[in-house]
């Protein structure tokens, strides 16, 4: 039982740090087509392709369905209240807006890592203080390690000049804490309801909210060929295939662990920086990268710890 119990983590550990490399290579994508494109439009419209992509995965899949179930049912059918889809669809638009928004008032260097550091450190809090779940001080260990390598990651690539903007280290914090509400509450959905189900309520809720406030901050959109194939990139592979992985590995780990799992983004566009851009990183980076392998290691530790305490508790 115990080791069955620890397989299962470290599948799932395995499914959101793939998710993750796919997570990084966003910035790289943008960077080689999608200059001329606003990122907020950049964010609705990769939700919009994630929502088809998802659509057409339920499609797919639709002879698995149990006879006489729709092939859409409402959310009172799956045994999860509607408000806890409308949830995760606020938690996924409200990341890509106020995440484009905050890095454009604060900077690239310091946004990112105001946004990603604080999401696991969120995700935790709330763990602990809503949910009264506390995790162990070994989590909490390797989070802040991680959390403080990938800061150092980010900002000794120089992003981080000029004055610190107060709204947007906020709009930042708020992306932080919409991505790690979203992993929480996609936690407990998964838990019960097929994921192709869950992706496609929470991504086309989510595409339905961003698409307005994108329209309302940067206007009309103009694709060109290479913006809309980058977009198409990003909706089928960075959001489609990643939240498939994601939301799978979350049903074997904790949501909090399935956040600061996240951290590898930085790290693997980090490293397609250095390989394929020709970026030349310096040594802060490359200690920054370490220290982010090196804490991951131990959440990865107290993840499989606390699964096998469950089990021994049973």
Request: proline share 5%; glycine share 12%; with cysteine.
């Amino acid at each position: 039982m115990s080791s069955s119990s620890a397989s299962s983590s470290v599948w799932g550990v395995a499914l959101v740090s793939v998710a993750s490399m796919l997570w990084g290579t966003t910035g790289t994508a943008q960077s080689l087509g999608a200059q001329g494109l606003s990122p907020f439009w950049v964010g609705a419209a990769q939700l919009a392709v994630a929502s088809t992509f998802f659509a057409l995965v339920l499609w797919v899949t639709r002879r698995s369905a149990p006879t006489g179930q729709p092939l859409l049912p409402r959310p009172s059918l799956l045994g999860m209240p509607a408000r806890w889809f409308c949830l995760a669809s606020a938690g996924t638009a409200g990341y890509s807006i106020s995440f484009y928004a905050g890095v454009k008032l604060a900077g690239v260097g310091v946004g990112t890592a105001v946004a990603i550091g604080s999401a696991p450190i969120w995700a935790g809090l709330i763990q602990a203080v809503l949910l009264r779940q506390p995790l162990s001080l070994l989590w909490w260990l390797g989070t802040g390690v991680s959390v403080a390598g990938g800061v150092a990651m980010v900002l000794s690539k120089g992003g981080g000049t000029g004055a610190l903007s107060l709204p947007g280290l906020l709009l930042c914090l708020l992306a932080g804490l919409s991505y790690a509400s979203y992993a929480l509450v996609n936690k407990r959905l998964v838990s019960k309801v097929p994921t192709r189900l869950v992706n496609l309520y929470v991504f086309s809720g989510a595409a339905v909210l961003a698409a307005p406030v994108a329209l309302l901050l940067a206007g009309v959109p103009r694709f060109t060929a290479s913006s809309l194939m980058v977009v198409v990139y990003l909706g089928l592979v960075v959001s489609g295939l990643a939240y498939v992985l994601f939301s799978n590995g979350l049903r074997h780990i904790s949501g909090p662990t399935g956040v600061t799992l996240t951290l590898i983004e930085p790290v693997a566009a980090f490293l397609l920086a250095v390989w394929i851009v020709g970026e030349h990183q310096p040594l802060a980076s490359w200690l920054g990268l370490l220290a982010v392998l090196a804490g991951l290691m131990v959440v990865i530790g107290a993840e499989v710890r606390g699964a096998r305490r469950k089990l021994a508790l049973v």
